[in-house]
């Protein structure tokens, strides 16, 4: 994968220069290569290693001038910030990317950090403030004759967070009309409807859409995305009494969290389950509670 990514950076960086393939300097490379390190930490729910490659990128982007790149890995960042739940510190580097976007003209970077923007500001439940970045954003993305889905998810997501609960589900509607072949999309969308579902308590349809994101973040290695999606569909199922299986999909999320070491959503879950199946003896108990210490976990 990295060969044939470092052989398109040579067909990119060849192309209007004569039928020569001229050698890449080091220095436009290896911030790139980091870059990418860090997004595969992340996917894999590593986001301490993640963070440090892509403080590493940051580091040999901006001392090589790469402003499009810088704007990325700042984007990157300020995920990384949001999973931990620092949506203010998130900001700092959302803000930052948004502005470099700006100062291109890069629409699509622009719309990227204001969809993130906004999701910062509905999980500190500043509202007008979401409202505000994301109709903006909406409206100057028309203009461009730009649909972008990502914002409208999140108008969607501010409205069920909101208690507009018809208004949100017209909006996801839309989505899915629009944009069925995004994949990674649709896994966050599918999710959103879950949610949407399970505070209308209808439980059953919350699994459905639940089962079609697990079904897209498996396909994906989303490792995260699998444990929430699991957490989600075993939450679902103790909400309709059928403890067997609640008890069955929780313990899979924790196994996930835990082998993942993420310590704090383990022991939350740990918590949960213990309600349902107070005498767990079950080998995979041994596991979990090796792997909540932090032995053999892929993030060493």
């Given at each position: 994968?990295?060969?044939?990514?470092?052989?398109?950076?040579?067909?990119?960086?060849?192309?209007?220069?004569?039928?020569?393939?001229?050698?890449?300097?080091?220095?436009?490379?290896?911030?790139?290569?980091?870059?990418?390190?860090?997004?595969?930490?992340?996917?894999?729910?590593?986001?301490?290693?993640?963070?440090?490659?892509?403080?590493?990128?940051?580091?040999?982007?901006?001392?090589?001038?790469?402003?499009?790149?810088?704007?990325?890995?700042?984007?990157?960042?300020?995920?990384?910030?949001?999973?931990?739940?620092?949506?203010?510190?998130?900001?700092?580097?959302?803000?930052?990317?948004?502005?470099?976007?700006?100062?291109?003209?890069?629409?699509?970077?622009?719309?990227?950090?204001?969809?993130?923007?906004?999701?910062?500001?509905?999980?500190?439940?500043?509202?007008?403030?979401?409202?505000?970045?994301?109709?903006?954003?909406?409206?100057?993305?028309?203009?461009?004759?730009?649909?972008?889905?990502?914002?409208?998810?999140?108008?969607?997501?501010?409205?069920?967070?909101?208690?507009?609960?018809?208004?949100?589900?017209?909006?996801?509607?839309?989505?899915?009309?629009?944009?069925?072949?995004?994949?990674?999309?649709?896994?966050?969308?599918?999710?959103?409807?879950?949610?949407?579902?399970?505070?209308?308590?209808?439980?059953?349809?919350?699994?459905?859409?639940?089962?079609?994101?697990?079904?897209?973040?498996k396909q994906?290695g989303f490792?995260?995305?699998?444990?929430?999606?699991?957490?989600?569909?075993?939450?679902?199922?103790d909400s309709?009494?059928?403890?067997?299986?609640?008890?069955?999909?929780?313990?899979?999320?924790?196994?996930?969290?835990?082998?993942?070491?993420?310590?704090?959503?383990?022991?939350?879950?740990?918590?949960?389950?213990?309600?349902?199946?107070?005498?767990?003896?079950?080998?995979?108990?041994?596991?979990?509670?090796?792997?909540?210490?932090?032995?053999?976990?892929?993030?060493?």
């Amino acid at each position: 994968m990295k060969k044939s990514f470092l052989l398109l950076l040579l067909i990119l960086f060849s192309c209007g220069g004569g039928p020569e393939v001229k050698e890449i300097p080091e220095h436009l490379i290896i911030g790139i290569e980091e870059m990418i390190k860090g997004n595969s930490f992340y996917q894999n729910g590593c986001y301490k290693m993640a963070l440090d490659k892509y403080f590493k990128a940051y580091k040999y982007f901006v001392v090589s001038d790469q402003i499009k790149n810088s704007a990325k890995v700042l984007n990157n960042i300020g995920n990384v910030y949001r999973v931990y739940g620092d949506n203010k510190s998130a900001l700092l580097f959302f803000d930052e990317a948004h502005s470099i976007y700006e100062s291109l003209g890069d629409n699509k970077g622009i719309a990227q950090t204001s969809s993130n923007k906004a999701a910062s500001y509905i999980s500190l439940g500043d509202f007008k403030k979401a409202r505000s970045i994301l109709l903006t954003s909406i409206s100057e993305m028309e203009n461009e004759k730009i649909f972008v889905p990502s914002l409208k998810r999140n108008l969607g997501i501010m409205h069920l967070k909101m208690g507009n609960f018809e208004k949100a589900e017209m909006i996801f509607n839309q989505i899915q009309k629009r944009n069925s072949e995004n994949e990674v999309l649709s896994s966050s969308l599918y999710f959103a409807i879950g949610d949407l579902k399970s505070t209308n308590k209808q439980f059953k349809k919350a699994i459905v859409n639940y089962e079609k994101a697990l079904q897209i973040d498996k396909q994906s290695g989303f490792f995260v995305g699998i444990a929430q999606d699991l957490n989600k569909i075993g939450s679902a199922y103790d909400s309709l009494d059928k403890k067997k299986k609640a008890y069955i999909f929780l313990k899979r999320s924790l196994m996930i969290y835990a082998v993942l070491g993420m310590k704090k959503k383990s022991d939350e879950l740990l918590k949960k389950i213990k309600v349902i199946e107070p005498k767990d003896v079950s080998v995979d108990s041994f596991f979990i509670k090796k792997w909540i210490k932090g032995d053999e976990t892929p993030c060493q």
